[in-house]
């Protein structure tokens, strides 16, 4: 394709999400999930159309979201304590206050003996638990946005952190919107999965996902409607990735 040359990323998404919801969105690479995100959070802007928060149009930043990107982003010049304070700091609690609360979040996620350390000192997973609680530990955020965060973990860290992530989240009342290209992850989190067509994204199928919570993240295999739900999602995907590859294939 030519260089900027005007190209559309998305068309007719339509997608209301409730309150407290846990939704994931799946779909092929470059299909216009982070962008959707980015949407979200008043980072972009769309062409066409509007994006509601509350009622309300997006049209700046939107302070009432939480973003956790694909990169952890986090402060190198700052411990993980300091990391996890900084959202808290940016909203004007005291010192004693923040920190307390900042030390809580690491210990939940069993980080208590950690929390003096660099990022540079931490794991992966490690850090990416500092960047989930970082979002979680500000209570003014009532959406949190996260883009593939566990995308580069081994599947061992993987499932320790969605059991993590799903104990932080429920019983919070917050919404979570989610993407993942992992079909058994977007499941095990999540009360409905939004799949998306190939580029320019649209939203195709979006599907309940009833299994009981709370979800036994390790055996979420063994769950009863797991084999259905799972069968569906990858028939709404496959046609898409194929679609993908036969595309590039041809380009
Ligand atoms: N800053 C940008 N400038 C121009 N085009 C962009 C920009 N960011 C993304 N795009 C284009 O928008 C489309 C959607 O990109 P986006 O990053 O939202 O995809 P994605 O679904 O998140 O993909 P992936 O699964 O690979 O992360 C792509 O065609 C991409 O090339
Ligand atoms: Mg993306």
């Known amino acids: 394709m030519a260089r900027g040359k005007a190209r559309t990323a998305l068309r007719n998404v339509d997608l209301t999400i409730q309150r407290g919801e846990f939704v994931c969105l799946v779909g092929p690479s470059g299909c216009g999930k982070s962008t959707v995100l980015n949407m979200f959070a008043g980072l972009v802007t769309p062409t066409d159309g509007t994006i509601l928060h509350d009622g309300r149009v997006i049209a700046d930043v939107n302070t009432r979201v939480g973003y956790v990107t694909q990169d952890d982003n986090l402060l190198p010049w700052r411990t993980a304590l300091g990391n996890v304070e900084l959202a808290l700091e940016c909203k004007g609690v005291g010192r004693a206050a923040r920190r307390e609360r900042a030390f809580d979040y690491l210990a939940r996620v069993g980080l208590k003996g950690s929390a003096e350390l660099y990022p540079h000192e931490l794991s ?55 993407v993942t290209h992992d079909i058994v992850e977007a499941i095990t989190l999540s009360d409905r999965i939004a799949t998306f067509t190939g580029v320019p994204g649209s939203i195709k199928q979006v599907r309940d996902v009833t299994l009981p919570r709370p979800r036994d993240v390790f055996h979420i295999h063994e769950t009863p409607g797991f084999a259905t739900i799972y069968d569906a999602i990858w028939n709404d995907l496959r046609e898409e990735l194929l679609n993908e590859r036969g595309s590039d294939a041809g380009a």
């Not at 949190?144 to 973990?153: A, C, K, T, V």
């Open 124 to 178: 992966g997973g490690m850090r990416k638990r500092v960047s989930i609680v970082r979002t979680l530990v500000d209570d003014s955020v009532d959406v949190i946005l996260m883009d593939e965060p566990f995308g580069p973990l081994d599947a061992q860290t993987r499932l320790v952190l969605q059991d993590e992530l799903l104990r932080l989240w429920q019983g919070t009342g917050r919404t979570i919107v989610f």
